[in-house]
């Protein structure tokens, strides 16, 4: 019998995992995404779109949000950790055990000074960002229910956080919320169960954009705590919402596989005063919509389906007919 060679091959059923929460970096040009698995990945969007690096996760591990500081990546989840990656070696540097229970949200300052850490005990933990690691400050004031959603100011002052039928607002100096707004649960069938603010976004002019589990976008003066507007752009959840770097675009992502754009314009042909309009709604997913960033020129969409679609924004509308 002559001499051969062997050539073995081993197959393995792949299982893509559905992507969980994503961060966009605008200075480096940086998409972080985690998906169910604890799996974080990094997207390099400044040219030709590619995956660059893949931090592999662990059972033990489960993401529900990523966040920025500068060039460095955070994330927290379910067992109640904050964690920092190391790029280099794709690995976590260290984590910090927040002591509120699971984490469902987080959060940087404008100023990369802090990180703002929502629990499941209802209280929202300032970490301080040092050099090498991040250190614990203070907790804000607790209040009744987890912290679903957070969003800080970007004067880096104040700090919005949806929980369970409600909006606070926080002073960061003090510590204490000074505005408190209660959130419609939606039809009459619906009013038994809780509404559940999935996502918040704080604008520059005291605006707070929320999107909640009763299919709403509601716009409010985060100053006064009084509702400006309800859009009703779906019949299930609004999962998430990325507001524009100019602040002139909001998407949000639903539950029913769309990605809804809002965008700042006068309702009339007239110069008038400008409102939030619902201008487009794009359809490329089959699942919840888990993650949306708009990175100005594309929006940039992540869910159950496990895709990730990058939409470009083809012209903008300019009016309203």
Same mark, same amino acid.
């Given at each position: 019998?002559?001499?051969?060679?062997?050539?073995?091959?081993?197959?393995? %059923?792949?299982?893509?995992?559905?992507?969980?929460?994503?961060?966009?970096?605008?200075?480096?040009?940086?998409?972080?995404?985690?998906?169910?698995?604890?799996?974080?990945?990094?997207?390099?969007?400044?040219?030709?779109?590619?995956?660059?690096?893949?931090?592999?996760?662990?059972?033990?591990?489960?993401?529900?949000?990523?966040?920025?500081?500068?060039?460095?990546?955070?994330?927290?989840?379910?067992?109640?950790?904050?964690?920092?990656? %190391?790029?280099?070696?794709?690995?976590?540097?260290?984590?910090?055990?927040?002591?509120?229970?699971?984490?469902?949200?987080?959060?940087?300052?404008?100023?990369?000074?802090?990180?703002?850490?929502?629990?499941?005990?209802? /209280?929202?933990?300032?970490?301080?960002?040092?050099?090498?690691?991040?250190?614990?400050?203070?907790?804000?004031?607790?209040?009744?229910?987890?912290?679903?959603?957070?969003?800080?100011?970007? /004067?880096?002052?104040?700090?919005?956080?949806?929980?369970?039928?409600?909006?606070?607002?926080?002073?960061?100096?003090?510590?204490?919320?000074?505005?408190?707004?209660?959130?419609?649960?939606?039809?009459?069938?619906?009013?038994?169960?809780?509404?559940?603010?999935?996502?918040?976004?704080?604008?520059?002019?005291?605006?707070?954009?929320?999107?909640?589990?009763?299919?709403?976008?509601?716009?409010?003066?985060?100053?006064?705590?009084?509702?400006?507007?309800?859009?009703?752009? /779906?019949?299930?959840?609004?999962?998430?919402?990325?507001?524009?770097?100019?602040? /002139?675009?909001?998407?949000?992502?639903?539950?029913?596989?769309?990605?809804?754009?809002?965008?700042?314009?006068?309702?009339?042909?007239?110069?008038?005063?400008?409102?939030?309009?619902?201008?487009?709604?794009?359809?490329?997913?089959?699942?919840?919509?888990?993650?949306?960033?708009?990175?100005?020129?594309?929006?940039?969409?992540?869910?159950?389906?496990?895709?990730?679609?990058?939409?470009?924004?083809?012209?903008?509308?300019?009016?309203?007919?």
């Amino acid at each position: 019998m002559g001499e051969f060679k062997v050539h073995r091959v081993r197959f393995f %059923d792949y299982t893509p995992a559905g992507i969980r929460c994503a961060a966009f970096n605008p200075e480096t040009e940086r998409l972080a995404l985690a998906r169910q698995d604890g799996t974080v990945e990094i997207f390099n969007l400044s040219d030709s779109y590619f995956q660059e690096k893949v931090i592999p996760g662990s059972e033990s591990r489960s993401i529900e949000a990523v966040c920025w500081a500068g060039d460095r990546l955070f994330t927290a989840g379910l067992n109640g950790e904050v964690a920092e990656y %190391d790029p280099g070696s794709l690995r976590p540097k260290y984590s910090l055990d927040a002591f509120g229970g699971p984490v469902w949200t987080l959060a940087c300052s404008p100023q990369r000074t802090h990180l703002a850490v929502g629990c499941e005990d209802g /209280s929202v933990k300032l970490f301080e960002v040092l050099p090498e690691k991040i250190r614990f400050e203070r907790n804000l004031d607790r209040q009744k229910g987890r912290v679903i959603s957070l969003s800080w100011s970007p /004067s880096g002052t104040q700090i919005a956080a949806g929980s369970l039928d409600v909006i606070r607002i926080f002073d960061v100096r003090s510590g204490r919320a000074v505005q408190r707004m209660l959130v419609d649960r939606g039809p009459v069938g619906q009013r038994g169960r809780e509404c559940v603010v999935w996502a918040v976004a704080f604008l520059s002019d005291g605006t707070v954009v929320s999107g909640d589990s009763a299919g709403k976008v509601q716009v409010w003066d985060g100053h006064l705590g009084a509702l400006i507007r309800t859009h009703l752009v /779906s019949k299930w959840d609004v999962l998430a919402l990325s507001v524009s770097q100019d602040e /002139s675009s909001i998407v949000a992502g639903t539950s029913e596989g769309t990605v809804v754009q809002f965008q700042f314009l006068s309702p009339t042909q007239a110069e008038g005063d400008k409102e939030w309009v619902r201008t487009r709604t794009f359809k490329h997913h089959t699942h919840d919509v888990r993650a949306v960033v708009d990175i100005g020129r594309a929006v940039v969409s992540g869910g159950m389906d496990t895709q990730l679609v990058i939409r470009p924004f083809l012209d903008k509308v300019d009016t309203n007919s």
